[in-house]
């Protein structure tokens, strides 16, 4: 039987082209065994707003020069759930489907008491998938032997997911040894995050790299029509 997985550090409120990547495969493992970097993706993203582009930053506490993983961090401001969530209605209050948005989304912003930052997010990646129908299941890297390198440590959980194939996004052909994998039989394919249609937005000239909260709020259930939509299973009824 044929199975694809990916591997991404997990993402705050992630931009469509990281939900089009959990679509397209049949497991997606969050590598949050990784080393926490500051102003990075794993506690921000950005929303239009009247002004501009802005940042929605959950604040991490610090540990200095101290290496932690993403797994370790932990959230400094209880508030910061309430804060983000009035400046998401005071920018998209008028978006076409913010109202149909809003009861799942208020409550995972209102109800959100964990502490940790990893916790966070899968929180919200899972809340987010159910929206747009993506049933594709979420495994943490911790379930499996991390050895080796960053390709061996990669390789190592597609063999112990029994994956034959590994999608990985376009920033890792730096350093992605791909024919350690296909000595080992697994196929590496590329994420393509090009050719994205634009969609209605509020707040002057279209912008693709914001949060997949944009696309949901003024497109709502047509939301996967402007994405790849490569689901591996077929969206629930």
């Known amino acids: 039987m044929n199975k694809t997985i990916a591997i991404n550090q997990s993402g705050y409120i992630p931009w469509k082209g990281y939900f089009d990547q959990i679509g397209s495969v049949d497991e997606f493992v969050l590598y949050d065994d990784a080393q926490y970097t500051h102003r990075d993706w794993r506690n921000r993203n950005r929303i239009k707003t009247r002004t501009g582009l802005k940042w929605l ?17 932990c959230i400094c ?4 759930g309430r804060i983000h969530w009035q400046t998401l209605v005071c920018n998209y209050s008028r978006a076409p489907h913010f109202k149909a948005c809003r009861d ?7 109800d959100c008491g964990e502490t940790r930052l990893s916790q966070v997010n899968h929180r919200f990646l899972l809340a987010i998938c159910g929206m747009l129908g993506i049933p594709t299941p979420l495994r943490w890297s911790s379930e499996f032997s991390l050895e080796g390198n960053r390709s061996e440590r990669l390789l190592g959980i597609c063999r112990q997911a029994g994956a034959d194939t590994y999608l990985s996004g376009p920033s890792a052909r730096g350093y992605l040894d791909e024919a350690l994998f296909a000595s080992e039989g697994v196929r590496v394919v590329w994420m393509d995050y090009g050719g994205y249609p634009e969609y209605r937005q509020l707040h002057g000239e279209f912008q693709h790299g914001v949060s997949i909260l944009d696309l949901l709020f003024n497109e709502g259930p047509q939301a996967p029509d402007f994405m790849k939509r490569r689901w591996v299973h077929a969206a629930p009824a």
């Open 104 to 110: 799942g989304l208020e409550a995972l912003y209102q």
């Open 57 to 73: 930053t959950i604040p991490v506490r610090s540990k200095g020069r101290l290496l932690q993983k993403i797994s370790e961090a």
């Open 77 to 80: 401001d209880p508030d910061w």
